[in-house]
């Protein structure tokens, strides 16, 4: 079936610096999602795209939807503790409106 | 706010047992969806429903069979649990469209002894 893939698997960083992760998929997507998932929580959802080569901002956080439609990424500017977690991107396929694809997850450490 | 509740946090079952994982939504989404999380493979769709008495197979679907009577619930039912269901389980909903968005529940940690 349909994949994507994200990158990195783990990060591990400084309180402050800049984050940066990306999504790839070898077919066409509709929509991207990037959602974060808290330890013993579910996946709360932090931007959507809907078109390509659309760039959003929820804070801190900015992801594009690349202009091929087969890509994504999430930046995050000055980490903060409360970043850590599992950061999944997401989409719809081409002409798939009803399921959604996800990526096997970023798992952000932030050092003291 | 829309609310996904998960009947059970954990759960630990033996092989064999039949095992009801039951989700509800307060929103009155027409869709609604069960993943598992394992570590290293993300989430994976198993079956997803577009409303009442309806239901999809996803991708994982083996094991595995569902029920929505209603359309606030959305049951996952394992007829006869393996040790390789272990597992995070996480129910979603949402109400219809693909810019709406997908909410999920807090997960149920099954272990299956």
């Known amino acids: 079936g349909q994949q994507l893939n994200q990158s990195p698997q783990s990060m591990f960083i400084q309180e402050g610096e800049d984050v940066s992760m990306n999504c790839t998929s070898s077919s066409i997507f509709n929509t991207w999602l990037w959602y974060k998932q808290d330890p013993g929580e579910g996946p709360v959802l932090l931007i959507a795209l809907y078109k390509a080569g659309e760039l959003t901002s929820n804070g801190r956080l900015t992801a594009q939807f690349g202009i091929t439609r087969k890509d994504s990424f999430l930046n995050i500017s000055a980490s903060i503790p409360s970043d850590v977690g599992i950061y999944f991107c997401?989409?719809?396929?081409?002409?798939?409106?009803?399921?959604?694809?996800f990526g096997k997850g970023t798992r952000l450490h932030i050092l003291p | 706010d829309v609310k996904v509740t998960q009947s059970s946090r954990y759960l630990v079952k033996r092989t064999g047992e039949k095992v009801f994982l039951e989700c509800v939504q307060d929103m009155d989404h027409e869709n609604m969806f069960w993943y598992r999380q394992d570590p290293g493979l993300g989430l994976r769709l198993i079956y997803f429903?577009?409303?009442?008495?309806?239901?999809e197979k996803g991708d994982i679907p083996e094991g595995y069979s569902v029920s929505r009577e209603k359309k606030e619930r959305f049951s996952l039912i394992l007829e006869s649990a393996s040790t390789n269901q272990t597992s995070m389980y996480l129910c979603?909903?949402?109400?219809?469209?693909?810019?709406?968005?997908?909410?999920f529940g807090p997960g149920t940690r099954l272990t299956v002894l």
């Open positions: 997401a989409g719809h396929p081409l002409n798939r409106d009803d399921k959604i694809i």
């Open positions: 979603a909903s949402r109400k219809g469209d693909r810019t709406d968005t997908q909410y």
């Open positions: 429903s577009y409303d009442v008495k309806m239901k």
